[in-house]
């Protein structure tokens, strides 16, 4: 089993944080998006979902806490990437994007604009086709209703990843950006 990326605390232990498979639409100062919370299988989502939309698509890797040796910033692929090479990307790094809070995934379809982002708290916000993300997420036995973070909650970084960081950083031709202030 994978270790936990996000845990709250019960007394004095620090136990992992489950969601119970929910979602909710939310209003932003711009559109509305969906924010979506799992109980697991987070990189799957993210792939059924990207099936809804047109290729290429642009990656931003935001890594607000280095571990591995890397420089903290934003990570835009330099070149788009089709649906099978994003797939393989966000299947190799799977357990690495799942398990560890150090980072922000932003996956954007070029030609609709749509975005599904997925932080650090284990949620995925998808602004984009909300009818079809919706769909997806019923066909998949998630359910409307409010999703809270857990207050007080934990992010952990895991030594054992300080590979894949550095992995994730040389898989592609990436331009680097500073950090902005809420990739933190």
């Known amino acids: 089993m994978a270790p936990p990326k996000f845990s709250q605390l019960h007394g004095q232990d620090d136990v992992p944080y489950i969601y119970p498979n929910i979602w909710e639409i939310e209003q932003t100062t711009g559109p509305q998006r969906l924010v979506i919370a799992p109980a697991a299988g987070q990189i799957d989502l993210l792939i059924e979902l990207g099936q809804l939309l047109p290729e290429p698509f642009g990656v931003l890797y935001i890594l607000a806490v280095p571990r591995g040796g890397s420089e903290p910033g ?12 994003l ?30 982002i997925y932080d650090n708290h284990n949620v995925i916000y998808a602004y984009g086709p909300l009818d079809e993300f919706q769909r997806v997420l019923t066909a998949r036995g998630l ?20 590979e894949d960081e550095r992995q994730v950083i ?9 950090l902005q202030e809420d990739d933190e």
Request: hydrophobic share 35%; net charge negative; glycine share 2%.
């Open 87 to 116: 797939e393989a990307f966000l299947r190799r790094f799977e357990t690495f994007f799942e398990a560890d809070a150090r980072h922000h995934l932003w996956l954007f379809s070029l030609p609709s604009r749509a975005q599904l």
């Open 143 to 162: 359910a409307e209703g409010q999703i809270e973070f857990p207050a007080p909650h934990s992010h952990h970084y895991h030594a054992e990843f300080d």
């Open 170 to 178: 040389e898989y592609w031709e990436w331009m680097h950006f500073p």
């Open 74 to 85: 934003r990570y835009q692929s330099a070149q788009p990437c089709d649906r099978d090479e």
